[in-house]
């Protein structure tokens, strides 16, 4: 199949494979890679800087102030629709850019995690353990295809209505570019409007897929490892100090988990935290458009935009409330395991392991709120508060009776 010759990694692999924990992100870093934020390869360096300008400078930096510039210097001249798609798309513009900075600084974090997980896998020796980080890392990366997916259908959807109507799709402010002048104005302008919200939408995919596909492995890993800990004094064969050496190697394992969570932690709070102080906000513009303003062609531009927000967060949060799960039940297959007739050394040991295994893993956006589904529905149901705001005050009505009058 040429497909599974293009992109193996999509499928997974036979379980006598060895495992490579580390290709659950092999498209995502390659993503990163063309982002522009790695460091130039030395036999592309002019290439390679020349394209991390005219991506970052485009969708990084000049689109944020390009989307604010062009709503106050035509304000005026938007309807209410088009007003509410540069607005959402505004606020959702400077979080992504924020987000790319954010990663831009913290990459090398990438990197070693992917050296914790190769560690990880050391510790893979029976088919079954190996079969579900395969399955594991061929999910990951189907995940990351599906987000490139919905990402890329809201910027050429928006793009293609808007070419529709004769407009560009956001009207942002291009110096010395006046669309309305003629058509090829109109046509370089919609050109570059699209090839920056492009731009953003694939820096986007990458900053907002990665903490999936980690978690996802993780989750792997972490599964094999409650197997391991409920083995745990069951070989009749050991000794006594067999089995306390393979107490201690669980321990070793449940350290190389934490580093990684560690390793990844700086980089998830930023990221996530940005999008919390956004998501309620362009979501409740969001849903302002579809029910008051749109037409069929903005409305489904709308919708797949409202897919992708949701897909910032709500796919993480989800992965965070089962990961404090898969740590209570490290708890319980640690207890489950043969300790008891255990040396007292050994059941010593295994009480104060049980004890730090009973503390769940968690994540915080910059010590704030606790990264979650009670924090995503939370801050998801600020768009409802923002829509019954603008419906309580007629400022819909408000704004389609100007409208009319111009």
């Not at 890329?152 to 529709?164: E, G, H, K, N, R």
Request: aromatic share 14%.
């Amino acid at each position: 199949m040429e497909l599974r010759r293009i992109f193996p990694a999509l499928f997974t692999k036979p379980e006598d494979c060895p495992p490579r924990s580390r290709d659950a992100t092999l498209y995502l870093l390659r993503c990163i890679f063309l982002m522009g934020v790695r460091k130039p390869p030395v036999n592309l360096f002019l290439a390679y800087v020349a394209w991390s300008f005219a991506l970052n400078f485009c969708s990084t930096f000049y689109q944020p102030i390009g989307f604010v510039t062009g709503l106050i210097r035509h304000l005026s001249e938007f309807s209410p629709g088009e007003f509410l798609t540069s607005l959402q798309v505004a606020f959702n513009a400077w979080s992504c850019s924020t987000k790319v900075l954010i990663v831009w600084a913290l990459v090398r974090h990438f990197d070693q995690a992917n050296a914790i997980l190769d560690e990880m896998d050391k510790r893979i020796t029976e088919p079954g353990e190996r079969l579900q980080v395969h399955r594991a890392v061929s999910l990951s990366n189907r995940i990351f295809f599906f987000f490139m997916a919905v990402y890329m259908v809201y910027a050429t959807s928006t793009f293609l209505s808007a070419i529709w109507i004769g407009r560009p799709p956001y009207q942002n402010y291009y110096p010395y570019l006046d669309w309305r002048s003629s058509t090829s104005h109109l046509a370089l302008q919609a050109f570059l409007e699209y090839f920056a919200m492009a731009g953003a939408c694939f820096q986007d995919v990458c900053v907002d897929c990665y903490p999936v596909n980690f978690i996802l492995v993780l989750r792997a890993h972490m599964s094999i490892f409650a197997d391991r800990l409920r083995r745990l004094g069951t070989d009749p064969a050991e000794s006594q100090e067999e089995r306390y050496e393979r107490l201690v190697e669980c321990i070793q394992d449940h350290k190389v988990i934490l580093q990684f969570v560690d390793c990844l932690r700086p980089v998830i709070s930023g990221t996530i935290f940005v999008q919390f102080l956004v998501v309620g906000l362009v979501l409740g513009f969001t849903l302002i458009n579809i029910v008051l303003f749109a037409n069929l062609a903005s409305a489904i531009a709308a919708l797949s935009f409202m897919a992708a927000v949701l897909l910032e967060t709500t796919p993480f949060c989800i992965l965070c409330n089962y990961l404090t799960d898969d740590c209570y039940q490290l708890a319980d297959a640690l207890f489950q395991s043969n300790w008891i007739y255990g040396e007292k050394r050994y059941q010593k040991t295994v009480m104060y392991f049980l004890q730090k295994l009973q503390q769940p893993i968690t994540f915080m956006a910059m010590n704030v709120f606790p990264i979650s589904v009670g924090t995503n529905i939370s801050v998801t149901k600020f768009s409802f508060s923002v829509f019954t705001l603008v419906k309580q005050m007629n400022i819909a009505e408000k704004l389609a009776r100007s409208e009319e009058d111009e």
